[in-house]
């Protein structure tokens, strides 16, 4: 192509480049710029319209540029869910600045790794949390109290966004569990964010003001991306702090909803308010999330009293929704299968541990290659060659593929129980558990054993008290082989299980109970 120096200044190349980026600011300010009045944020008493949170989002971009805050510095953030944090994830967006987002339940150990792991340039914390930040963060660190600084920061003119953000460029910074060592940081770029916004309207045929309900953490996956997503779509966001379930039923009887976060963990709580106070949704696109570890009557009962598809979700913080969130579970119904369909967005492939490509209907590790992967993770030079290896991202998750193209979660890798030279998937003998309506949750995990290497355990949280150690003995006989059946049998209480803030099972800890 012939250069061309153009009037505005900049080749020819140089402009068509910039017609073919959009960042995420740009995109949510599109919105405002077509809709300025139209509902953007609710959080508490305040209402803010996209006209006037994108003022205060560009006044804030302007105080953190005024303190030095530029293209690819980290802000770490610490904070309850509220208006604050949406908008600061916003400025840095049109900054270029990278949000990393603290888990405010880890340890004060874990909580520092995490901040000094990014090296930020500022520390913005909640009042809530000044202490914990104080022992916490970098001594060396600037940092504002929201509720005493943040004034200060919306007191400048709106300033413009910059031109050179590009959307490769990381926006935010998701920290995974950490469940075997130190929590990595999860870098997640615009175009990746604006890939699961796609992804997920595709997948969940939205509309454009389908409102999202921001319960679920900030610092997870499950609530920036699809706060995110919202603003760019044109829809309202409903900020909540923490799981409050009369204000989360509020929110379907007053909008229109997309995606309803519901966890593992945070379902029942819900139903048994729905049973106590019945409402009419003003519609739910789809609600919950991971069924594989959802007893099957408890899908049931929610989608009944909701009147809202389940989805039947696989994804990860490093992929968004994909790889596997493109199907739903009809309201009212005990689902007989778990299979899922190949979200939009994605390739994926199922290798063994060599990296070949398993045959049909054999477990094989999950590697996806897609817009909606994040960036690697941050200051992980080893553990990205790894898990990038042949361009794909690992997932570490094992998987099936049905001769209809569907998929089966088979386990996350690492829990594959070895016994006897067998291979037993421990979500294969939870699925058979959590069908039975007499068994309100149950975990299985790996016990060494002397003669045959590993055996599974069953830990079972009852909702029929009747429920014996026979009685779980005969369903597992019923639906597993002999060799997957458990060799033990535990009851506990639901609340008992070891929950991470995303609902999963801290199965690592449990495994020191069998």
Not at 182 to 204: F, N, Q, T, V, W
Not at 318 to 345: D, F, N
Request: hydrophobic share 45%; glycine share 8%; charged share 25%.
């Amino acid at each position: 192509m012939v250069r061309d120096t153009t009037s505005s200044g900049g080749t020819a190349d140089a402009l068509i480049a910039r017609a073919g980026r959009l960042t995420v600011y740009e995109l949510f300010r599109s919105r405002a710029d077509r809709d300025p009045g139209a509902q953007a944020i609710q959080a508490g008493t305040v209402s803010l319209s996209y006209g006037e949170l994108d003022d205060r989002v560009r006044r804030l971009a302007g105080g953190l540029a005024a303190r030095g805050i530029g293209r690819g510095d980290r802000i770490a953030l610490l904070s309850e869910n509220r208006l604050e944090y949406v908008e600061i994830e916003l400025a840095a967006a049109l900054l270029g600045a990278i949000v990393a987002c603290q888990n405010w339940r880890l340890t004060g150990d874990e909580l520092r790794h995490c901040i000094d792991l990014v090296t930020p340039k500022l520390l913005i914390v909640s009042a809530r949390f000044a202490a914990v930040a104080g022992t916490s963060g970098p001594a060396v660190v600037p940092r504002l109290v929201i509720e005493h600084d943040y004034a200060a920061l919306l007191s400048g003119p709106p300033t413009a966004p910059r031109e050179d953000v590009d959307p490769e460029d990381g926006l935010v910074i998701l920290y995974t569990s950490g469940t075997t060592g130190l929590p990595k940081g999860a870098l997640i770029s615009h175009r990746a964010e604006i890939a699961r916004m796609m992804a997920m309207r595709l997948d969940l045929h939205m509309r454009d003001d389908d409102a999202f309900v921001a319960w679920s953490p900030l610092f997870h996956m499950a609530g920036t991306d699809h706060t995110l997503a919202a603003l760019m779509s044109g829809a309202a966001v409903i900020v909540i702090d923490g799981f409050d379930v009369p204000a989360i039923v509020t929110a379907m009887t007053t909008h229109r909803l997309g995606w309803l976060v519901l966890m593992p963990g945070a379902i029942e709580p819900v139903v048994a308010y729905l049973r106590d106070n019945p409402v009419t949704p003003k519609g739910i696109r789809a609600i919950g999330a991971m069924a594989d570890l959802v007893p099957t009557a408890l899908i049931a009962e929610l989608t009944r009293l909701t009147n809202a598809p389940y989805l039947n979700s696989f994804g990860a913080t490093e992929t968004g929704l994909p790889p596997c969130s493109a199907s739903l579970l009809p309201p009212g119904s005990v689902p007989t299968s778990l299979s899922k369909r190949q979200s939009a967005l994605c390739d994926v492939r199922l290798l063994d541990p060599n990296g070949n490509p398993v045959p049909l209907g054999e477990a094989g590790e999950l590697a996806i290659r897609g817009p909606t992967v994040f960036s690697g993770y941050w200051d992980a030079e080893q553990i990205n060659r790894r898990d990038f290896a042949g361009g794909y991202f690992r997932m570490g998750d094992l998987f099936r593929r049905n001769p209809d193209g569907s998929y089966d979660f088979v386990d996350r890798a690492k829990y594959m129980i070895k016994s006897g030279g067998e291979n037993i998937y421990p979500a294969e003998i939870e699925r058979v558990l959590l069908a039975d309506r007499r068994i309100a949750d149950a975990v299985v995990v790996r016990r060494k054993d002397p003669q045959w290497g590993e055996v599974p355990v069953a830990f079972v949280a009852r909702s029929d008290d009747g429920l014996t150690e026979a009685d779980v003995e005969a369903i597992c006989r019923a639906g597993l082989a002999g060799y997957k059946r458990p060799r033990a049998v535990r009851f506990i209480a639901v609340d008992a299980f070891p929950r991470s803030t995303t609902g999963k099972i801290q199965r690592h800890e449990m495994e020191t109970w069998a």
